[in-house]
Nanobody, 124 residues
Framework: QVQLVESGGGLVQAGDSLRLSCAAS????????MGWFRQAPGKEREFVAA????????VYVDSVKGRFTISRDNAKNTVYLQMNSLKPEDTAVYYC?????????????????WGQGTQVTVSS
């Protein structure tokens, strides 16, 4: 069992930056692929970014490429999402997810554990 706790959300203005963190429990964090998803009001949860177990490969949704960076520190059991040049359309609850596999994927159904989410609000 893996428990995930997100932090770092908040209210910012367009163009600002935020860094989200996701702390994971358990000794097997380094063997999991990790992902970030988001859900805006009235919309389905959508993929944002994912990273393989080693951190050596990442994948992003097109709308955040060049603005967001996913990274991980396996020694700290933590995955990060650095978000720059934030836009109002980035407003959502952001969720961290873990997959019992080393490969990253954008498929929501492939993730086994989820955090409770952290709210990100970007004002114009």
């Amino acid at each position: 069992q893996v428990q995930l706790v997100e932090s770092g959300g908040g209210l910012v203005q367009a163009g600002d930056s935020l860094r989200l963190s996701c702390a994971a429990s358990g000794r097997t964090f380094s063997s999991y692929a990790m992902g970030w998803f988001r859900q805006a009001p009235g919309k389905e949860r959508e993929f944002v970014a994912a990273i393989i177990w080693s951190g050596g490969s990442t994948v992003y949704v097109d709308s955040v490429k060049g603005r967001f960076t996913i990274s991980r520190d396996n020694a700290k059991n933590t995955v990060y999402l650095q978000m720059n040049s934030l836009k109002p359309e980035d407003t959502a609850v952001y969720y961290c997810a873990a997959r019992r596999s080393r490969g990253a994927t954008s498929s929501l159904s492939q993730y086994d554990y989820w955090g409770q989410g952290t709210q990100v609000t970007v004002s114009s």
